[in-house]
């Protein structure tokens, strides 16, 4: 089954406790997101990849980091979490589209609650 | 720049009735659109696309969105609603060409059914 598949689906954790939420999809998508949802302002974008290696930043990037070593995965990893970073996190894969009107895959999402 | 609004945070019908999702968007380039739903607990999956071919579009579960370019809007609607179509739903807007996948999304519509 074709799917992004995201863990862990729901975390608590401390203010500076360094933590990784992990993003897999099996559908060889070249482009990868991660996005978060907050009530009200709908699904903001964090970081994006367009391909293994290449990685650029989104419109909320403050505070994350990512990697793209392999095609299938691309972990969000906060180094020093604070509460402002909780949130619903999603990731997201699509294929390269030139008409930029690929359809977005998501994850089931993961809750973050930072104490 | 692109955004998009969507006009009421939350809608209420009766089961049978008209839904109507309003999404207006501000794009400098001819823009393609998505309407995604979300129900509860879950990632988002997309409904419909507009990608030029076409102004009315048709997605799944009978939902069907109208692209006018005069008023840049692409609002969504159903002529009878059911109790399953209650979840959030998010209009999306991307500019195409080096974007890819980016989307940038509305603040969401929560829909609710009333028997």
């Known amino acids: 089954e074709a799917q992004v598949t995201q863990n862990p689906r729901y975390l608590i954790t401390v203010t500076g406790k360094k933590l990784t939420v992990t993003c897999s999809q099996n559908m060889n998508h070249e482009y990868m997101s991660w996005y978060r949802q907050d009530p009200g302002l709908g699904l903001r974008q964090i970081y994006y990849?367009?391909?293994?290696?290449?990685?650029d930043k989104g419109d909320v990037p403050e505070g994350y980091k990512v990697s793209r070593k392999e095609k299938r995965n691309f972990p969000l990893i906060l180094e020093s979490p604070s509460p402002n970073q909780t949130s619903l996190y999603f990731c997201a894969s699509s294929l390269r589209s030139t008409s930029g009107a690929g359809e977005l895959f998501f994850g089931e999402g993961s809750r973050l609650t930072v104490l | 720049a692109q955004s998009v609004t969507q006009l009421g945070s939350h809608v209420s019908v009766s089961e049978g009735a008209l839904v109507l999702l309003r999404c207006n968007y501000s794009s400098s380039v001819p823009p393609y659109l998505f309407w995604y739903v979300q129900y509860p607990n879950q990632g988002l999956q997309l409904l419909l696309k507009?990608?030029?071919?076409?102004?009315l579009v048709k997605g799944i579960n009978g939902f069907e969105a109208e692209f006018k370019k005069s008023e840049t809007s692409f609002h969504l609607t159903k002529p009878s609603a059911h109790m399953s179509d209650a979840a959030e739903y998010f209009c999306?807007?991307?500019?195409?060409?080096?974007?890819?996948?980016?989307?940038?999304f509305g603040q969401g519509t929560i829909l609710t059914v009333h028997p």
């Open positions: 507009y990608t030029s071919a076409a102004t």
């Open positions: 990849s367009m391909n293994v290696e290449v990685t």
């Open positions: 999306a807007v991307s500019d195409g060409g080096t974007s890819y996948g980016k989307l940038t």
